[in-house]
C-alpha cells in the first residue's frame, strides 16, 4: 500500500493504484462488479473582520467510496480511514448490505463498451501557494476597501479568503480508471449597512481556478459595502401582479430548478412536473440551453461523469424545445434511455441570451421587480408550484426607485419558463450555470 | 455522572497508542504565549442509511468517519486544523498549525483533567447493531407493502431507515473533559399520489437519540406513513394559497420552525456579540407578545436535538431565551460566552471534527399557554391555518426570515375549510412575534425530523410550540 503524499498530479498513480487494489479486494470477498472513488483534498481558509483575524483553518481530507454488487444487489460504504484495514473493513460493510438488498433489474456499472477512453486535458489545477499571513492581508485589504466605500458600513460579518486543491480518481471493474487535480479560490466579503434604525447585509465575491484570476481584493470590498448599502430603507411594497426580473445571480437558481426537473432520478420516481415532456415546447422558441463540459478552466468541467462514460457537449432545449433529459446509467435504464453523460450532474450549462444588459432589461420592464434575493426552499417540482421569500427593488418607468424586503414572489415554473420575455448579456460566471437575467412577464408579488 | 471514558477512549485513543494520560501533553503543545484556550476534540462516528423505492431495497450505504479536531484561541482569534489520523505525530502537527495564530499574551499548561459531570440523556447501544440487516430489510417492505395498500391513488412509495453511533472525546485547555456516545436514528416515508392526472407528494418520518426499536413502538413506522399518505391526499384537494397579509394560526409540534427562524438564531451568542443580529443588545427588553416564553433545553431525553454534554464538554441545560416577550438570555459557546462575560450554556455544537464548534440550537420551544385551540381558530375570520411546514430561512441581521407550508387550509369565519397549496410565509422576527396575540394549551415537539444549517455546518435539532395565532404576516400565494 503506497501512501500518497502531496496534492499534486505526482499523486495521480498513487491514487489510480489505491483504487486498483479496492477493486481487486471487492473481486476478491465476492463481488461480482463495483465502483470505486478516492479522494485526497487541502485547503486553506482564512477569515478576517473588523480588521482582526476571527479564523485561520486548515483543511486535510482523505477519504474512498465503493458501490459494489452482487449479481443485481448493491451496496455502498465510505471511509475516511486509509490503509489495508479500512479497505477490507470498508469492502466488507459494502458487501454485507448488498447481500441484504433486494434485486434490482436495472442496477449494474455501464456498458463496458461505453467507458471513456481519451479524456480531454481541462486544466483545472491551479495550485496557488499562499502563506497565512498574505492570505490575511488579501482579506483585510478587501475589508478595509469595503469599510472605507461608505460611512454607513458600520459593521461586518467576514471577509474570508479561501484556497482549495483535491485530487480525485474514479475507477470501475468495467475497465474505466479516471483521475485529475483540480483548485478552487475564492475571496467573499460580507457586510453590514446601518441607517435610521435599520441593519442590512449584503455580500460579493468571487471564485475561480487561478488564485490570481480572482477580481482585486478592493473591488470586491467596495461591490460588497455598494451592495450593503443600497439595501438600506428596504420595504414591502403592496400585493400585486407584476413583472419580475431575476438578477443573474439568481437565475441560474431558476435553470437549476429545471435541470432537477428533466433529471431522470426525478422522472423515474414520478417527482417531476415535466414527466414525458421530451420534445415540447417548454421555454420561447428563442431560447436554448447546452452543456459544454470541456471548457479549460471552468468551475463546472469534467472530463467523465459518475459512471465513467465521455461527457459530451449538447443542447438540452433547443428553440425552446426539449431535447433530452439529464440522465445517468441507472436511470436511463430506468426510463429505457441511453445515458447522457450526467451521472453526478451537468457540467457548466450555457442559457442563450440577447445583447441587452441588466439596465436595458429594467427599462424594458418598465414598471416590477427586480429579484435580487430570495429565501427558503418553496419549491415543489411534483407540481412546479413555486413560492418563495424575496428582495430586490421596486422599478418604475424603467428605473430602480427603492429598495423592497419582506415580499413573496409566487408561480408555477411551467407558466414562468414559458413566460421568459429575455435573458440579460449580463452573464454569470462564477457559476456551474450561465445565465444573464431573466426577465418574466408576470408573478405574484405577495407584500403589505 | 457518564462512565463512558473507558470505552470512548478505546476507541479513540488507543488504536493509535494514545491514551488519556497523554491529553495533558498534547493540550501542552497548544499552549503557550497568547493562547487563552485550546481544545482538542476526538470523533469516530459509524452511520447506516437503508432506501426502499419501486417496492424494493435498492440500496444502503455505510459510512466510517474519524478524526481530531485541534483548535487554539487567542483573543477573538482561532486557529483551527485537524486530522483523520489519531496519532501524537499528526496531533503535534495539527497543534503546531492551529497554534500559529497567536502571537502575545498567555495560559500556562494544563496538568489535571477533570471530568465533566453529566447524566447522560441516552444509552450507549450501538443502533446500528441493536437489529438485523434482515430485519431491516424486512421492516422497510413490510412498510411499502401495507402504504400501498392503504390507497389505490399511491403511485410511489420511498421508505428509507438511517442511524448514526458517536463517540466523542473532548479535552480542553481549561482543565476540563467530557465524553459522550450519541445513538441518533431517522426512518422517513414519503409517497405521491395522483387522481384525475393530478400528482402531490407527502412525507412524514420521525426519530431521535434512541435505537430503531422506537420504530416498531406504538406502530410508529407505519403512523409516518398514514401521516404522509394523508398530507398528499389533503394536497390534491389544494386551492392556490392567498397572496397578502393575513392572520395566520400554526398548529403544534414541527410549526415551531417559526421560532427556530424568526427568534432562535438571532439569539445565537456569536451574532450578538458581533452585533450582527437584530436582537443584539437587547436583553431586558421586550421583543415579543407578552404570551411569549421560549426556550432551548438540551436537556430531553432521547430527543434527537439533545446532548447529554456539548460538543466543547459543557453539560448541556434549559436556557430560557425569551420569558413573557422580554429577552433573558442568548445561547452561548465557550468562546463567545468568554468574550461576553457570560457563562456557556452548553449550546457549542459542531458538525463534525473537521468543523469549528458555534453556538447552535438544541430543541428550542415555545411553552404553553392558555387558550384552547378551537378557541383560536375561532377568533379567525380570514386567515390561515398551517397544519404542518417545510424548511426556512432566517437573514438574522434584517430580521427577516421565511418558512414554507407543506399542509395548510383556509381560515373562514372561525373554521377551517379548503386546503391551499404550499406557500412560503416572510416577516420579520421581533415584528412577528410581537404580532402573536393567542397561545395554545395544546404545546406539542417535533416528531424527530429537523436539521439545522449555519455556515455549511449540519446539526440534528428539534422544534416545538403550541398551536398559535400571528395576526399579520405575509403569505406568498398566487390566489385572492
Given amino acids: 500500500m503506497s501512501e500518497v503524499e502531496g496534492i499534486g498530479p505526482q499523486a495521480l498513480p498513487g491514487l489510480q493504484e489505491r483504487v486498483a487494489q479496492i477493486i481487486d479486494e471487492a473481486r476478491r470477498q465476492g463481488a461480482s462488479a463495483c465502483e470505486v472513488s478516492v479522494s485526497l483534498e487541502q485547503g486553506l481558509s482564512t477569515t478576517v473582520r473588523r480588521g482582526e483575524v476571527e479564523t485561520v483553518e486548515f483543511n486535510r481530507d482523505q477519504g474512498f467510496g465503493i458501490t459494489l454488487y452482487v449479481g443485481q444487489c448493491k451496496g455502498s460504504a465510505s471511509t475516511t480511514g486509509s490503509g489495508p484495514q479500512a479497505i477490507r473493513e470498508t469492502v466488507a460493510a459494502a458487501l454485507a448490505i448488498a447481500r441484504h438488498a433486494s434485486e434490482d433489474t436495472y442496477a449494474g456499472l455501464a456498458d463496458a463498451a461505453l467507458m471513456a477512453r481519451e479524456l480531454p486535458e481541462l486544466d483545472l489545477y491551479h495550485p496557488w501557494q499562499i502563506s497565512p499571513e498574505q492570505a490575511i492581508e488579501q482579506a483585510l485589504t478587501c475589508e478595509a476597501a469595503a469599510f472605507a466605500s461608505d460611512p454607513r458600513i458600520r459593521n461586518a460579518d467576514g471577509t474570508s479568503l479561501n484556497t482549495h486543491q483535491g485530487c480525485r480518481a474514479y475507477g470501475n471493474s468495467n475497465g474505466f480508471i479516471g483521475s485529475y487535480c483540480s483548485t478552487r479560490h475564492s475571496l467573499s466579503c460580507v457586510m453590514i449597512a446601518e441607517a435610521d434604525g435599520q441593519m442590512q447585509r449584503d455580500y460579493f465575491y468571487d471564485v475561480n481556478r487561478i488564485g490570481q484570476a480572482l477580481l482585486d481584493p478592493t473591488s ?14 428596504a420595504r414591502p411594497v403592496p400585493t400585486c401582479e407584476v413583472p419580475v426580473l431575476f438578477s443573474a445571480e439568481l437565475a441560474t437558481g431558476l435553470f437549476g430548478h429545471f435541470l432537477a426537473a428533466i433529471s431522470g432520478a426525478n422522472l423515474y420516481r414520478k417527482a417531476s412536473y415535466l414527466e414525458d415532456s421530451l420534445g415540447q415546447v417548454l421555454f420561447p422558441e428563442w431560447l436554448t440551453l447546452d452543456e459544454r463540459p470541456h471548457i479549460q478552466r471552468a468551475l463546472g468541467s469534467a472530463a467523465y461523469d459518475g459512471d465513467g462514460l465521455a461527457t459530451y457537449a449538447k443542447p438540452f432545449v433547443e428553440n425552446g424545445r426539449l431535447l433530452s433529459y ?29 445583447d441587452e444588459d441588466q439596465a436595458a432589461l429594467i427599462r424594458r420592464m418598465g414598471r416590477g421587480l427586480l429579484v435580487t434575493e430570495l429565501m427558503g426552499q418553496g419549491l415543489n417540482l411534483v407540481t412546479g408550484d413555486y413560492s418563495r421569500g424575496a428582495g430586490g427593488y421596486w422599478v418604475e418607468n424603467g428605473e430602480i426607485q427603492f429598495p423592497v424586503q419582506e415580499v413573496t414572489i409566487a408561480g408555477n415554473l411551467r407558466d414562468m419558463f414559458r413566460q421568459i ?24 408579488v405577495a407584500g403589505s | 455522572m457518564s462512565d463512558w471514558l473507558l470505552p470512548v477512549s478505546e476507541r479513540l485513543l488507543t488504536p493509535g497508542g494514545l491514551g488519556i494520560d497523554d491529553l495533558p501533553g498534547l493540550l501542552g503543545e497548544l499552549a503557550g504565549p497568547g493562547i487563552d484556550a485550546a481544545d482538542l476534540y476526538f470523533q469516530d462516528q459509524v452511520s447506516e442509511s437503508w432506501v426502499l423505492e419501486d417496492g424494493i431495497v435498492k440500496e444502503g450505504g455505510f459510512h466510517l468517519e474519524q478524526g481530531v479536531g485541534v483548535r487554539a484561541l487567542a483573543g477573538e482569534k482561532t486557529g483551527f486544523a485537524y486530522s483523520n489520523a489519531i496519532t501524537a505525530e499528526a496531533l503535534r502537527q495539527a497543534a503546531q498549525a492551529a497554534r500559529s495564530i497567536a502571537r502575545s499574551g498567555g495560559r500556562t499548561p494544563v496538568e489535571v483533567l477533570a471530568r465533566a459531570s453529566f447524566a447522560p440523556l441516552y444509552a450507549e447501544g450501538n443502533p446500528l447493531d441493536a437489529m438485523s440487516r434482515a430485519d431491516k430489510v424486512e421492516l422497510l417492505k413490510r ?13 410511489q412509495v420511498t421508505v428509507s431507515l438511517a442511524g448514526v453511533w458517536e463517540h466523542i472525546l473532548v479535552a480542553a485547555l481549561d482543565g476540563s473533559l467530557a465524553s459522550d456516545i450519541r445513538p441518533l436514528v431517522r426512518f422517513n416515508v414519503s409517497v405521491i399520489v395522483e387522481q384525475n392526472g393530478r400528482r402531490e407528494r407527502g412525507g412524514h ?33 389544494a386551492l392556490p394559497a392567498p397572496a397578502g397579509t393575513l392572520p395566520v394560526v400554526l398548529g403544534p409540534g414541527w410549526s415551531g420552525v417559526l421560532l427556530h427562524e424568526a427568534v432562535g438564531h438571532g439569539l445565537e451568542g456569536d451574532f450578538n456579540r458581533k452585533g450582527s443580529s437584530a436582537y443584539s443588545g437587547r436583553i431586558g427588553e421586550r421583543v415579543a407578545s407578552p404570551l411569549c416564553t421560549i426556550v432551548d433545553d438540551g436537556t430531553l431525553a432521547n430527543r434527537r436535538g439533545s446532548l447529554s454534554v456539548d460538543d466543547e464538554g459543557t453539560p448541556t441545560q434549559c436556557t430560557t431565551l425569551i420569558e413573557n416577550g422580554v429577552l433573558k ?3 452561548q459557546d465557550k468562546l463567545n460566552a468568554r468574550l461576553m462575560g457570560v457563562a456557556a450554556t452548553g449550546n457549542g455544537r459542531r458538525e ?5 464548534p458555534m453556538p447552535r440550537m438544541t430543541n428550542t420551544y415555545m411553552l404553553a399557554g392558555e387558550s384552547e385551540p378551537e378557541e383560536i381558530i375561532r377568533s379567525v375570520k380570514k386567515g390561515i391555518y398551517c397544519a404542518n411546514l417545510g424548511g426556512g430561512q432566517v437573514d438574522i441581521t434584517s430580521g427577516k426570515f421565511v418558512f414554507s407550508t407543506s399542509e395548510a387550509y383556509l381560515i373562514e369565519d372561525g373554521r377551517i375549510t379548503a386546503p391551499v397549496k404550499g406557500a412560503t410565509l416572510i416577516g420579520n422576527g421581533p415584528e412577528a412575534m410581537s404580532r402573536v396575540s393567542m397561545v395554545g394549551n395544546d404545546l406539542a415537539l417535533d416528531s424527530g425530523v429537523g436539521t439545522c444549517g449555519k455556515d455549511g455546518q449540519s446539526v440534528p435539532v428539534g422544534v416545538g410550540q403550541p398551536t398559535l395565532k400571528i395576526d399579520g404576516i405575509t403569505v406568498g400565494g398566487t390566489g385572492a
Fill in chain 2, 205 to 237: 418520518g420521525g426519530g431521535g437519540r434512541t435505537g430503531y426499536d422506537y420504530f416498531l413502538d406504538q406502530d410508529r413506522a407505519m403512523g409516518y406513513a398514514r401521516e404522509a399518505l394523508r398530507q398528499a391526499l389533503v394536497n390534491l384537494e
Fill in chain 2, 143 to 155: 412498510v411499502d407493502v401495507a402504504t400501498r395498500a392503504l390507497d389505490p391513488r399511491i403511485k
Fill in chain 1, 220 to 233: 470586491i470590498g467596495r461591490r460588497a459595502a455598494e451592495r450593503a448599502v443600497r439595501r438600506l430603507g
Fill in chain 2, 329 to 331: 438570555g442568548y445561547m
Fill in chain 1, 421 to 444: 420575455v429575455a435573458v440579460g448579456s449580463d452573464v454569470e460566471t462564477r457559476s456551474n450555470i450561465r445565465s444573464g437575467s431573466v426577465l418574466l412577464e408576470r408573478m405574484t
Fill in chain 2, 352 to 356: 463534525s471534527y473537521a468543523h469549528l
Fill in chain 1, 326 to 354: 439529464v440522465l445517468g446509467t441507472y436511470s436511463g435504464r430506468k426510463l429505457g434511455m441511453a445515458s447522457t453523460a450526467n451521472a453526478g450532474g451537468v457540467h457548466n450549462l450555457f442559457v442563450s441570451h440577447g
